[in-house]
């Protein structure tokens, strides 16, 4: 079943501006590298009840979790989406970076140096395989079509790209990034990014919750551009979301639908986890489905499935940050980020971790 989702919150008026997401941001706490070990990560944990927090560290998650509780983590895989190219009628090196896979051998794509690349011009990669260049999209982006020539581009990702480390980690990425910037949970290729909030994540941390009785299922959203984006607009209502391809399984649709009738807490990790639940839920019930959400969360807004979520600490004006505020009142969720700033956290996508709860 394939759908496009364009799911609007419950809103009587634009209540946030994004000037209301603005806080000082200091850039020397963003972290370069992820905890070692991963879950040795700090941990600032909100009870939206009480409206309190305490720290901790991540690997002591597990005394927010009861048994029944769901965890739904995102397993999608970072894919070495730079590509190194050249024109196929002049021999100018173009970089080209993958964004997310339309169709069958159909990518959107974006260029460098863009004024160079046209509607069909052809491309060619290492191992035989070449691209066409068959449309235009917004933002400067092109829309290209792969032939392989016996070498599938999807294997040979591996030998001809590059990991596309976040635009805020101020260095080159290494081998090591292969698996620094990936989930311990990661399986479904298809991303730029992996869902920051996973990445505090290790087996024997999974292996305990899943001892105590806390279910761990999966959904896959390959995250794009959206992850990085940031809302330009005065009125946060008039930003357009950059779609993203997701799948529930059957079965983790069945188990969230059990729990939240057994009046358990479903727990996402990170934000494509919240978005692709809200964007496929009716009538409170999680469908299994494969789509392309473009849903756009900011604040006021009804959560119908997800009780909490667990999460890093954001940029001034993102994405992750208005959704964040939806679920935690946006001046009381500033105070935390400055306490939290106080405490030293690091912040951004291989930064210390927050659990709204």
């Given at each position: 079943m394939a759908s496009f989702n364009r799911v609007d919150p419950i809103l009587q008026e634009d209540k946030i501006r994004v000037g209301d997401l603005d806080y000082d941001f200091p850039e020397q706490h963003i972290a370069e590298y992820p905890a070692q070990p991963r879950d040795s990560a700090k941990l600032l944990n909100i009870n939206r009840t009480t409206s309190t927090s305490e720290h901790h560290t991540f690997r002591e998650l597990g005394s927010y979790l009861n048994a029944g509780d769901v965890l739904v983590i995102n397993d999608t895989r970072v894919i070495p989406s730079i590509l190194q190219a050249t024109k196929s009628d002049t021999g100018d090196p173009i970089e080209v970076f993958l964004i997310r896979e339309l169709d069958s051998h159909l990518w959107d794509v974006r260029v460098s140096p863009p004024r160079k690349?046209?509607?069909?011009?052809?491309?060619?990669?290492?191992?035989?395989?070449?691209?066409?260049?068959?449309?235009n999209t917004v933002n400067g982006g092109r829309v290209v079509k792969f032939y392989e020539n016996g070498h599938s581009l999807r294997t040979s990702l591996d030998n001809i790209g590059s990991m596309p480390l976040p635009p805020h980690v101020n260095r080159e990425a290494t081998p090591e990034d292969e698996q620094l910037y990936q989930t311990v949970f990661a399986e479904k290729p298809g991303a730029i990014a992996p869902p920051s909030a996973g990445l505090h994540f290790t087996e024997e941390l999974l292996n305990e919750l899943r001892g105590k009785g806390v279910q761990v299922v999966p959904v896959t959203l390959h995250i794009g551009l959206g992850t990085f984006e940031h809302i330009e607009v005065t009125e946060v209502a008039k930003h357009s979301m950059h779609a993203e391809k997701y799948t529930i399984p059957r079965e983790t649709a069945e188990i969230i639908n059990q729990a939240k009738a057994n009046d358990n807490r479903i727990?996402?990790?990170?934000?494509?986890?919240?978005?692709?639940?809200?964007?496929?839920?009716?009538?409170?019930?999680?469908?299994?489905?494969?789509?392309?959400?473009?849903?756009?969360?900011?604040?006021?807004?009804?959560?119908?499935?997800v009780d909490g979520m667990i999460s890093n600490f954001h940029e001034p004006r993102s994405i992750s940050l208005l959704l964040q505020s939806a679920m935690y009142d946006v001046s009381k969720l500033l105070d935390i980020y400055r306490e939290a700033i106080e405490q030293e956290y690091r912040l951004l996508t291989f930064g210390d971790a927050l659990f709204i709860l």
């Open positions: 690349v046209r509607i069909g011009n052809s491309l060619q990669f290492k191992n035989g395989i070449t691209c066409d260049v068959i449309d727990i996402a990790v990170g934000s494509s986890v919240v978005r692709t639940l809200e964007s496929s839920q009716f009538e409170e019930q999680v469908i299994p489905q494969d789509g392309w959400t473009d849903l756009f969360i900011y604040p006021p807004f009804h959560f119908r499935v």
